[in-house]
């Protein structure tokens, strides 16, 4: 839950790991844990559906040969961007601009027919969305308030807060920020927009620390709601369940899924991912023949990984992310 906190508290040390991994503005988790999960074949196939600034994208193309490829894409224009000017003179990567609702369409477009080796997900904001003020993310920033990870979305978070209803505020505040003091928080926005609309983060946030009564440690009493309007802004959950499933239908036998998340809603939808596909249909239990569109397509591998002490006390953000993997089971 601490996402958005702890990438805005990074420390210098946070940014020192950046610049040994060679990424400009985005300090990657978990690099190890995912490469050793995805145990990237020299000749593989391999999908990153959130390229970022390009961390765990650069740690594939390291491992991979001549005949190795990575499609790589992002909902965020300036992301892709990064990725062409990064790694697009590389014969071996593809970038393209891509929600995980536009995936698979997206894959089709480029042809991409053969199942994949690994399909990789590092969810949530990179550190150069939050760290330009001019997109809208940061409470600690004041800028227009956008939150927009695709800028061609119609609607900003200043467009949501001006026309939501109190009681839709108040359900995405509660549910996707888990905060406490959300009734309060959206009443307060419902009755200050009457007056003046709300256009700049700085604005926003110092009317929601008015209306938190309590103070979580080291965390700005923005985080929650902040995060909750970005993620409702964004469709982040939805997006997550259809970009799970596309991964599910393209990856090869004994193909890897990998996900690495940072919010407790979103562990909880991958993990029940993984286990629906790791089962046969329930409804079929105890059956002694089961159809085939029945049978598991996924095995669990290990269980869900955390960053080690190392790596958190290197880079604060790690401290929230958690990585699960799976593997596709021969059709
Ligand atoms: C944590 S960053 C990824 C960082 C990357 N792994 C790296 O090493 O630089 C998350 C990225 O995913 C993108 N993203 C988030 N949700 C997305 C979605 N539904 N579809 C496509 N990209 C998404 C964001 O725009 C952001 O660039």
Redesign the pocket.
């Known amino acids: 839950m601490a996402e958005v906190e702890s990438i805005e508290h990074r420390s210098a040390a946070g940014a020192r790991v950046a610049d040994a991994l060679d990424?400009d503005e985005?300090a990657?988790v978990l690099v190890e844990e995912l490469l050793a999960a995805l145990e990237v074949k020299a000749e593989g196939w391999y999908c990153?559906?959130?390229?970022?600034?390009?961390?765990?994208?650069g740690a594939i193309l390291a491992r991979l040969g001549e005949g190795g490829r990575l499609f790589a894409?992002?909902?965020?224009q300036q992301?892709v961007a990064a990725g062409r000017e990064k790694f697009g003179a590389d014969q071996r990567f593809g970038i393209g601009q891509?929600?995980?609702?536009g995936l698979e369409a997206a894959l089709d477009e480029r042809g991409v027919s053969r199942g994949f080796d690994g399909v990789i997900f590092?969810?949530?904001?990179?550190s150069p969305?939050l760290d330009d003020a001019a997109r809208g993310f940061s409470f600690m920033r004041d800028g227009p308030l956008d939150m927009r990870?695709d800028t061609r979305q119609a609607q900003s978070a200043a467009a949501w807060l001006a026309r939501a209803p109190l009681e839709e505020i108040e359900k995405v505040i509660a549910t996707l920020g888990e905060e406490r003091f959300a009734r309060r928080i959206a009443r307060a926005i419902v009755a200050r927009r009457s007056e003046r609309p709300f256009e700049r983060t700085t604005d926003l946030a110092e009317v929601i620390a008015a209306n938190v009564k309590t103070r979580e440690p080291g965390k700005h009493p923005a985080t929650r709601s902040f995060q909750a309007i970005r993620m409702h802004i964004?469709q982040?959950l939805e997006?997550?369940n259809t970009?799970l499933e596309a991964a599910r239908r393209r990856l090869g036998a004994r193909g890897r899924l990998c996900v690495i998340s940072f919010h407790s809603l979103e562990d909880r939808a991958v993990k029940r991912f993984m286990r629906r596909h790791s089962q046969a249909d329930p409804m079929y239990a105890g059956l002694p023949m089961i159809p085939d569109a029945a049978r598991p397509t996924l095995r669990v591998i290990g269980k869900a990984q955390r960053a080690s002490a190392v790596e958190t006390a290197r880079n604060p953000r790690a401290r929230s992310a958690t990585l699960r993997v799976a593997e596709r089971l021969a059709p």
Do not use: I, K, Y
């Not at 990153?48 to 961390?55: E, K, L, P």
């Not at 590092?122 to 990179?126: I, N, R, T, Y």
């Open positions: 990424v985005h990657p990153d559906a959130t390229f970022g600034r390009g961390g765990h994208s894409f992002d909902r965020d992301a891509a929600a995980f609702a590092d969810l949530g904001v990179s969305q990870m964004n982040e997006q997550l970009g």
